[in-house]
């Protein structure tokens, strides 16, 4: 059961465009988020986060939405520049089973590709 | 330089070879955990650890052991390899588990079972 899901296996965008990747979570539960990027050969690095509380959070060019009853989130960045090309991943820490947060559930990662 | 280790980076083994993949980190973080990254499945976690001694079970843990004997290392073993464990691991680090954690991740060890 994928409690994180990332539908869109791969985005590309023109250089200075807008980049929309979403994540679509089933848990109810979740009340934080975070999006890592991992470009080939490296391990993940985290990007932007979002706690269940705010609807938004921006971090320099990149801006995360939450939209709790749709249980969907957003990460947008504005602008896209070829150094952004990488995949992406959501993730939500599971408080499920008393597990304190111990528990780390992600998507299965868009691929961002930008044009120059 | 703060950071998580990885060894071996590369490995090929045959099924049923018992191997140990090494993980550790310079931070003196409490939470340690393994995932494995698969195509079109993204990254799943095996184990994690969110002290010395402490260990519990992610959401694919079949196959595999782990040991947190001391703060800084968090070794991976896998008794006896099979081809399905063919996969791109992943260690990472958190100062403490908690919902606003960011996990510092190791550059990932590619493992080949034949």
């Known amino acids: 059961d994928q409690q994180v899901k990332q539908n869109s296996p791969s985005l590309s965008v023109q250089e200075g465009r807008i980049s929309i990747l979403n994540c679509d979570y089933t848990?109810?539960?979740?009340?934080?988020f975070l999006w890592y990027k991992k470009y080939p050969a490296e391990g993940p690095t985290f990007l932007i986060s979002?706690?269940?509380?705010?609807d938004k959070n921006e971090d320099g060019r990149f801006t995360v939405f939450l939209n709790k009853s749709a249980k969907h989130l957003s990460l947008h960045i504005v602008p896209s520049q070829p150094g952004d090309s990488a995949v992406y991943f959501c993730?939500?820490?599971?408080?499920?089973?008393?597990?304190?947060?111990?528990?780390?559930?992600f998507g299965q990662g868009t691929i961002l590709t930008v044009h120059p | 330089e703060a950071q998580v280790t990885q060894n071996p980076r590369y490995l090929i083994t045959v099924t049923g070879k018992k191997l140990t993949v090494t993980c550790s980190q310079n931070m003196n973080h409490e939470y340690m955990s393994w995932y494995r990254q698969d195509p079109g499945l993204g990254l799943r976690q095996i184990y994690y650890s969110m002290n010395v001694e402490v260990t519990d079970k992610g959401d694919v843990p079949e196959g595999y052991k782990v040991s947190r004997k001391e703060k800084r290392n968090f070794p991976l073993i896998l008794e006896s390899p099979s081809p399905n464990q063919t996969s791109l691991y992943f260690c990472?680090?958190?100062?403490?588990?908690?919902?606003?954690?960011?996990?510092?991740f190791g550059p990932g060890t590619r493992l080949l079972v034949l």
């Open positions: 993730a939500a820490p599971n408080n499920a089973g008393g597990t304190s947060y111990g528990k780390l559930t």
């Open positions: 848990n109810s539960m979740f009340d934080y």
């Open positions: 990472a680090s958190s100062l403490f588990y908690g919902p606003g954690e960011t996990q510092y």
């Open positions: 979002i706690s269940s509380i705010k």
